[in-house]
C-alpha cells in the first residue's frame, strides 16, 4: 500500500467507534491511543507529514496485537491490518530501533533453516538432559534475556521425516502440498506427523518440499516486507512446480502472509489452512473415528477467527468424533496475546490478556484445549504450566488423527 491509498483508506474509518469494545489494548488502558480509531488517525496523520514519527506514536503503534478484531467489526470494512503493515514498513526504513536480543534471537530462528534444526536438535539434548529445569531455576537466563523464551518451548516432539512425498492410502482423492512453516518443522512436529497422517488416511497424496521456509508473518507483523517478500519468493519457487490441488498449513498465523502468494504468484492451487480443506473435502463413509468420552476446549486464534473468518471450522470438525464433549472458551473473541513475537516483547501485556483465558481453564476445568495456531498454543500452554493445571494444548487436527480407527 503506498502513502496515498494509505491515507485514502484511513479517510474511510468514520470514527464511530464501534471497534474500540473489541480492542484489547483499549479495553486494558481506555485511551485513545491505544484504540484502532486513535491508531488509524496516528497512521494518517504520519502519512500526511502532519505528525511527527515521535516515541510515543510509535509505542501506540507496537503494542497494536494486529489481532483484526477491529476490522472484523468496522462497518466501514476499513482495512485496518494492511494500513498496519504499511506504516510499520515505514517506521522499519525510517528508523533502527533495536527489538530485544529475545525477538532477534526469534526473528532469525524462524528465518534460517540449518540455524532451525541445529537448535531443534540441541533443544532435544537439553529437555531429555534435565539442564532445562536447572537453568530455569537458577536465573542464568536471565541476564541474556532468554528466560521468557525458555519459558515457551514446548516439549519437543520426534522430527519430521525426510521423504517429501507421502502416498495416500486406500483410493487416491487428490494430491496437496504440505506447508510446514519454521515452527512446523521445529518446535510443533506433532502437528505435522498428525496432518499427514489425517491426510493421507483421507485420500490425500502429500507433497513436502525440502526447500520451504517460514512464511514471513513474523517480519511481516514487525514491518520488513523485505524479509516477508524473500521468504515468500523461497516458498513459492518451492511449490510453483507441483502438480497438486491445495496448498495447506496447519498454523493459521501463516494464513495471512500465505495468501499474498496466491495473490502475487503462478501458484494455481488455492491456499487453505487444514481445518477449512477438511471441512469442505468429502470423508470416506467408511471412516468412522473412535469414540472420545473427553471433555475438549475450543480456542479461536485471531488469524483463524478475525483474519481467515474460519472460526467455525474447529467445532464441526471435532464434532466428528463420537462421545466427545466440545466447549468453546468463553472469550474467544478476544486475542490472547501472543500474537507473533509480541508475547516476547510486550510480556506484561501478553499476560493479562492470557490471564482471562487461564481463569476461565481454571475454572472448567477440560482434559484439552485445542488450537490452530502454535503461537497462541505455546503462549496458553506455558500458563497452563506455572498453574500446575493439568491440561493437554494440542492443534484440532492432533485430536483428528489420534482417533483415526
Ligand atoms: S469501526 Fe471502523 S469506521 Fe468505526 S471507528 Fe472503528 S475503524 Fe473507524
Ligand atoms: S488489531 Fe487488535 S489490538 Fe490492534 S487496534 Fe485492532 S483490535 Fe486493537
Redesign the pocket.
Known sequence: MNIDSLIKEADRCVKCGL?LP?????QQRQDEG???RG?IALMQGLAQKKLPLSEKLIGHLD?????????A?CPSGVK??EL?EATRATIVNETDAPSGRAAEMMQRFVTEPTHRHNLSRLLRIYQGSGLGWLTRHSGLLRPLGLQRLEGVLPKLGTALPTQNYHPPIGKQKGEVGLFVGCMGDSLDTTTIHAAIKLLTHLGYGIHLPAKQNCCGALHLHRGDLKQAGALASENRAAFSRLNIDALIYCASGCGSTLQKLEQTGRNDASIMEIGQFLAQIEWPVTLTLRPLNKQIMIHLP?SLN?VLRQGHTPEALLSKIPGIKLVPLPDNQN?CGA?GDYMIRHPEIADELRDNKLRQLDTMRPDILVSSNIGCALHIAAGIRDLGLKIEVIHPVTLLARQLP
Not at 473489541?22 to 483499549?26: I, R, S
Not at 503494542?63 to 476490522?71: E, F
Request: proline share 7%; with cysteine; hydrophobic share 20%.
Open positions: 471497534c473489541h480492542c484489547p489494548t483499549y491505544e484504540s484502532p491508531r503494542r497494536c496485537l494486529a489481532c483484526r478484531a477491529c476490522q467489526m485496518y491490518g498496519l485471531c478475525h486475542c500474537a
